[in-house]
């Protein structure tokens, strides 16, 4: 299993993730932001990303308040930066976008801890997913993306889930 807490699997990995690991580097993003525990999740680091996406990093705040001046001191002259608070599953959430190199990032910060997060539970799981599967079934999860519909969706109709894709996949067993 790979061990998703730090970014050193992107190095041996294909072209993008090779990419991603050269601008998170050179940018010290990960190291920035380390007093809130983060972690890149997403498609990027399980390999079924498609062409416009982006790097999700996800963050443990315990201040709010700090965790808004700390994003907004570090990312505020980036291009296109925005940070906006909203509600996701019952969860006060800070979500800021900007772009650095060739990606768009996103950080996005719960005061959960990020391992108990649903990004990164959702990716854990997706990932041992697809080290079940074959070859097959990950071009066939990008084709659906290609098509539009969000990962956890894509899942859900390839393993054949009829209700909510987010929460029945953190319920998913291989």
Same mark, same amino acid.
């Given at each position: 299993?790979?061990?998703?807490?730090?970014?050193?699997? #992107?190095?041996? %990995?294909?072209?993008?993730? @090779?990419?991603?690991? $050269?601008?998170?580097?050179?940018?010290? =993003?990960?190291? =920035?932001?380390?007093?809130?525990?983060? @972690?890149? =999740? %997403?498609?990027? +680091?399980?390999? @079924?990303?498609?062409?416009?996406?982006? #790097?999700?990093?996800?963050?443990?705040?315990?201040? *709010?308040?700090?965790?808004? $001046?700390?994003?907004?001191?570090?990312?505020?002259?980036?291009?296109?930066? $925005?940070?906006?608070?909203?509600?996701?599953?019952?969860?006060?959430?800070?979500?800021?976008?900007?772009?650095?190199?060739?990606? $768009?990032?996103? =950080?996005?910060?719960?005061?959960? +801890?990020?391992?108990?997060?649903? %990004?990164?539970?959702?990716?854990? &799981? !997706?990932?041992?997913?697809?080290?079940?599967?074959?070859? @097959?079934?990950?071009?066939?999860?990008?084709?659906?993306?290609?098509?539009?519909?969000?990962?956890? +969706?894509?899942?859900? /109709?390839?393993? %054949?889930? /009829?209700?909510?894709?987010?929460? !029945?996949? #953190?319920?998913? *067993? &291989?």
């Amino acid at each position: 299993m790979i061990d998703f807490s730090t970014i050193d699997y #992107l190095k041996s %990995g294909n072209e993008k993730q @090779i990419l991603a690991y $050269e601008t998170l580097i050179k940018n010290k =993003v990960l190291e =920035v932001l380390a007093e809130f525990n983060p @972690i890149l =999740v %997403g498609t990027i +680091p399980i390999n @079924i990303d498609i062409e416009n996406s982006d #790097l999700d990093i996800i963050c443990y705040w315990q201040n *709010k308040s700090h965790f808004i $001046e700390k994003i907004t001191s570090l990312f505020k002259n980036k291009p296109a930066f $925005e940070i906006r608070e909203a509600i996701i599953n019952q969860q006060e959430s800070i979500i800021s976008s900007f772009k650095l190199d060739n990606f $768009e990032i996103e =950080v996005f910060g719960q005061n959960i +801890p990020t391992k108990n997060q649903n %990004g990164y539970r959702h990716m854990i &799981i !997706e990932h041992q997913i697809l080290q079940s599967r074959d070859e @097959i079934f990950r071009q066939e999860i990008i084709k659906l993306k290609k098509n539009g519909h969000k990962t956890e +969706p894509a899942f859900a /109709k390839l393993l %054949g889930l /009829k209700n909510d894709p987010y929460s !029945e996949l #953190l319920d998913y *067993k &291989i």
